[in-house]
């Protein structure tokens, strides 16, 4: 028991497939988390930028982004650099981290998202009220809040979860290191951990989509009395997509973190766990960018400018 408590490196588990494919899983990672990121930085640009988008939208949009880019960050590159290398070990505090900002990070994204949504729910159903209940007061306070409740949140798991014994394996069975597989290693009773991950995922996470549901049927209920137009179909395909982001982001979070520890291995898991931590990044400056005319106009004259000034150089 002593022995196992000084458990100095963990094992992650490497990406399915034959060896000879680890350099093609990795360079596909490698080009999802390039687009992710230059997508995402992007936005974040744009939206700084351009003083038409200063705009409590566009302040969450920028904020998701910039997220998006950190959310990403934690896991891929790690995963990657092991399929190049051929290694699997990450240390206890890489994996101590990574836990923490896995955690920290997906959070802060299930706040964010469901800002948003009240966001859109002012805009459309409460059009007159809208300055007075997004006003910047409001918007910074909530992301700050976000911030501050996402690294209490993250502190408290993370602590939690280190503070057991891991004595009947040092392979975490999964890409990065999470929660459900780190209980699984443990050989103490993790009843109480998994306890406190089920009522928060629950209060939190099924708080947050209940919300986010809640104030798109709203949202919709308003769009289906619009007269038949261009306004009825940007209110759709902007608020579509987000609902499908935040619906895999939510259920396969959910699918991995509340499983009983013992079934939290396997390449189900994993699959589930690129689902909620890949697809999110990688998808939100897609459906934010390409089907937003604000955000494409905002990027066209961000390009016109850049063109100009190598021109003038």
Not at 152 to 171: D, E, G, M, Q, V
Not at 230 to 249: D, M, N, Q, R, Y
């Amino acid at each position: 028991m002593t022995n196992s408590t000084m458990m100095l490196d963990f094992l992650l588990m490497e990406i399915p497939g034959m060896q000879h494919l680890q350099v093609f899983y990795a360079m596909f990672f490698s080009l999802v988390y390039l687009v992710t990121i230059m997508g995402n930085l992007v936005i974040a640009a744009v939206t700084t930028l351009d003083k038409s988008l200063h705009t409590p939208m566009y302040f969450f949009l920028r904020n998701l982004s910039i997220l998006d880019s950190c959310y990403i960050s934690v896991t891929v590159p790690n995963t990657c650099m092991n399929s190049l290398l051929g290694t699997r070990s990450i240390s206890k505090p890489g994996c101590v981290a990574q836990v923490f900002f896995v955690l920290f990070f997906a959070f802060v994204e299930v706040l964010f998202l469901t800002i948003m949504a009240h966001d859109r729910f002012a805009a459309i159903c409460r059009p007159l009220h809208y300055p007075v209940i997004m006003n910047p007061h409001l918007c910074v306070h909530s992301t700050l809040a976000s911030l501050l409740s996402g690294i209490i949140y993250a502190a408290l798991h993370t602590i939690n979860t280190f503070r057991l014994p891991f004595c009947h394996s040092h392979a975490v069975h999964q890409l990065f290191c999470d929660i459900p597989s780190l209980l699984k290693l443990s050989c103490s009773d993790t009843f109480s951990n998994q306890i406190a991950i089920l009522v928060s995922a629950l209060v939190i996470g099924g708080g947050c989509f209940i919300y986010i549901i809640k104030s798109y049927i709203h949202i919709f209920s308003t769009v289906l009395r619009f007269p038949v137009g261009a306004e009825k179909k940007k209110a759709f395909s902007t608020c579509v997509p987000h609902i499908l982001v935040v619906s895999v982001f939510l259920s396969s979070g959910f699918s991995v973190y509340l499983r009983p520890s013992a079934m939290s291995a396997g390449i189900m898991a994993m699959v589930l766990s690129i689902f909620y931590s890949v697809l999110p990044p990688l998808f939100n400056p897609i459906i934010y960018s390409l089907r937003n005319e604000h955000i494409k106009c905002a990027i066209r004259k961000l390009m016109a400018k850049v063109l100009h000034l190598r021109d003038v150089w």
